[in-house]
């Protein structure tokens, strides 16, 4: 398995543990893992932990075992037809290859439909399997519950011919969906309920987007899942935590079958903790009810957990690796703080995103003895002291330029250290300006400040004696750039989805998660700006070209994060 991604450092964790036990036992001389999503939706940050497990384990035992056939899957569990697209599985493999990895095999647990069917054949004759004729409901009820334990329908009883012959009319395509189900016989009243006689085959007439109209009768992910498993000679099925009550079933499969089927391994099940992060949701069916409500743009909206939704916002697959390392693999479920996320890529693009100048909220200043027909070049630095990088460019001064709306005050606090009416700041790269007039609306709103600068005082001057505390960023009018930016913050105001039903969730959609800022000016050298480059606009935060909406002519900035955590401090207050 290649990737573009480093090995990881061979971390400790109780998946590993067990890894090394096995191979310290003999039980496995390689290790083959598998990320196995299903193609019907986009993956979330959650997948990603995932997604970095399995390769990451791949990529550390190969280089521990030279030559053994260590390696890794993809494998699309594609028993649902009703849900599933080739447009998901194309943006599932991207999501991959884009967090740096790359499968040893692409498979689909279609490719083994009729192993799948035989392994179903088998179990009818061997008498642990029937085909059952109630309703979904009538299942439900003769399930049981946790404290009640199940009791047995009278199809039960149905005799090896019969259910064999049953089973093959369901493939034939001669009853309708929901008419017949195949169930394992196993045991009605065993505490774990996923193995009170669970579903096996269901009937969906809906065409494969890999197989067409093959088939008409599909498995069920918890047959699938374990068979799929050992045809591909995995050695660690690693899943997450909700999986943990299916590992008993997965074993019955597996062991029921394996004689019959010759599987090149007796592949085990490992469980480990799922990611939940807080002020967003992590669920499928969630994700889908925010995109198909129009509630969010699309799969890739950079409010979303989605990683393509991530990748648009201007997040890095380094900075998401590192998250999911930090996070670390764990055997009980827990909440990760979205501020872990946001320091990982503060700390990533902290030496990878050149600084400039941009100003948001435009505020006109006119500096009055600054001769109109002139423009001076100034030097400034794409990073700062403590990034070990050199690159400056030139930035243009002139008469009228701008600056931020809140770095203006007409009657200011003590503690205040930005422009006021007599009062001076210095111009990031550039002089120092004091406040001499302003000008007002009709409504008695600032539109246009004046100044007069300090020719004696060059830039990157500070004079003997002259305390001028505030800094503050600024573009030059003559020379801005215009651009739309758009700032993201949390998808959901309460740090916690709402209980109850799905939808009241949407309760919580967080009003301010996507501000539009029109008219914003940015810095000369942005003009040729390009679709995913990623800058940190000086003092407001980080930002990305979104690579969808921006075009030359009309440059579009994601906020990528902000320079500290805003939102903590918002919360306190």
Known sequence: MD?????????GDFIRDIIDDDLAAGRHQKVITRFPP?????????????ICLNFGLALDYRQRLPGSGTRCHLRFDDTDPAKEDTLFEEAIQEDVRWLGFEWDGLYHASDYFQKMYECAEHLIAQ?????????????????????????????????????????????????????????????????????RDPLLYRIRHTAHHMTGNTWCIYPMYDFAHPISDAIEGITHSICTLEFENNRELYDWVVDNLIDYARFPSRPRQFEFARLNLNYTVMSKRRLLEL???????????????????????????????????????????????????????????????????????????????????????????????????????KVPFCREIYIEQDDFMLE?????????????????????????????????????VRCTYDPDVKPGD????RKV?????????????????????????????????????????????LQVLLGCKLERSLETASPGERYQFERQGYFVVDPKDSKPSALVFNRIVT???SWARAQKK
């Open 462 to 465: 500070n004079p003997v004696g």
């Open 38 to 50: 299903e193609p019907n939706g986009f993956l979330h940050i959650g997948h990603a932990k995932s």
């Open 291 to 393: 995109v198909e409500g129009n509630h969010v743009s699309g799969w890739d909206d950079p409010r979303l957990p989605t990683i393509a939704g991530l990748r648009r916002r201007g997040y890095t697959p380094e900075s998401i690796r590192a998250f999911c390392a930090g996070v670390g693999v764990a055997k009980a479920n827990s909440t990760v703080d979205m501020a872990q996320l946001e320091f990982c890529i503060r700390d990533d693009l902290n030496q990878k995103a050149p600084r400039v100048l941009g100003v948001l909220k435009p505020l006109k200043v006119v500096i009055e003895n600054f001769p109109d027909s002139r423009t001076e070049e100034l030097d400034a630095s794409y990073w700062p002291h403590d990034v070990p990088k050199e690159g400056t460019r």
């Open 3 to 11: 990737s573009c991604a480093p090995a990881p450092a061979k971390p």
């Open 127 to 195: 008498d642990k399997a029937y085909v059952c004729s109630l309703s979904d409901a009538e299942i439900k009820a003769y399930r049981g519950n946790v404290t009640t334990p199940g009791k047995p329908c009278q199809f039960r009883q149905r005799s090896h011919d019969e259910n064999m012959d049953l089973f093959r009319r369901m493939k034939a395509g001669e009853f309708k969906d929901g008419e017949h189900v195949l169930r394992a016989k196993i045991d009605m009243s065993n505490p774990n309920m996923k193995m």
């Open 563 to 565: 320079l500290k955590d």
């Open 469 to 513: 505390k505030g800094t503050i960023h600024w573009v030059s009018a003559r020379h801005a750039v215009d651009a739309e930016v758009r700032l993201y913050d949390r998808l959901l105001s309460e740090e916690m989805p709402p209980a109850g039903k799905d939808s009241e969730f949407l309760k919580a959609i967080n009003p301010h998660a």
């Open 412 to 448: 200011p606090p003590k503690d205040y250290f930005r422009l006021a009416p007599g009062r001076e700041v210095r111009l990031r790269y550039a002089y120092c300006i004091t406040c001499t007039d302003v000008i007002k609306d009709g409504s008695g709103n600032v539109i246009e």
